[in-house]
């Protein structure tokens, strides 16, 4: 599995027979080998996650899906690309079957020959959803912008509100165990940056975790493998240097 970090909650994961590419806007993609379909997903319609400069990359090439939050608008999906597209919403199921030139749909369709992507989804504490994807033998979860966001200052009862929330969705990825975990490390939460990659590595697990939405400091990964909260498992957690910087795993 070849991750490459594009920009801020950006990346794309290649495996052996399918690319994926997730919470694109900006920055320098990767040249991806056009052998493989490509599937391209955004968790909600926030500017630092989703842009329609994704539908260019339909040019030229068949084989690619979309896999949309339902949160962002149909009227930005060209007319022509709307039967390569899956809207999604929180705590549902999904196959797709990339490469194929059908419209995706939810699970429960016969089972076909070639790669098949599960794809369950979870509700966002902010916009949209976090997604879990099985493919090709691998566990792969994009949060999106599914975190605790304890925020300083913040009114106590919206914080702890929003700490419920949190816990809600981290029980339901209790005792499962991700290939890459893309996960929230954001800086503007100052003392409590910690707390929403703290509670998935508690409830759930990762044999690599990677840090996003940092806003391009770089420092906060360095900080939260200092912290004690990431005792047991800090050596899990990469470091991001640059944008395009590749990871094999």
Wanted: negative net charge; aromatic residues 12%; hydrophobic residues 35%.
């Amino acid at each position: 599995m070849k991750i490459t970090y594009i920009h801020h909650s950006s990346f794309s994961v290649e495996l052996d027979h399918v690319t994926m590419l997730f919470d694109y806007y900006e920055g320098p993609l990767p040249d991806f080998d056009r052998s493989r379909p490509l599937v391209v997903f955004a968790s909600h319609f926030h500017g630092d996650h989703f842009a329609p400069v994704i539908f260019g990359l339909a040019e030229g090439r068949e084989d690619i899906q979309y896999v949309l939050s339902k949160d962002i608008n149909k009227k930005k999906v060209p007319e022509h690309l709307l039967d390569k597209v899956l809207f999604v919403k929180a705590g549902e199921k999904y196959t797709l079957h990339p490469g194929r030139n059908e419209k995706p749909s939810e699970a429960g369709n016969v089972e076909q020959d070639g790669v098949t992507m599960e794809i369950e989804t979870f509700k966002s504490t902010d916009e949209g959803v976090a997604f879990w994807i099985s493919c090709e033998g691998k566990e792969i979860y994009h949060a999106g912008d599914l975190n605790n966001w304890w925020w300083e200052g913040e009114d106590k009862a919206w914080n702890h509100n929003m700490a419920a929330n949190y816990a809600r969705e981290m029980d339901k990825l209790a005792g499962r165990t991700a290939d890459a975990a893309f996960i929230p490390l954001d800086p503007r939460l100052e003392q409590w940056f910690y707390l929403g990659m703290k509670e998935f590595m508690e409830k759930a697990d990762a044999k690599t975790v990677i840090p996003m939405h940092f806003w391009k400091d770089y420092s906060i990964i360095e900080k939260m493998r200092q912290h004690p909260s990431s005792e047991g498992w800090r050596e899990r957690l990469i470091e991001i240097h640059r944008e395009g910087e590749e990871l094999d795993i």
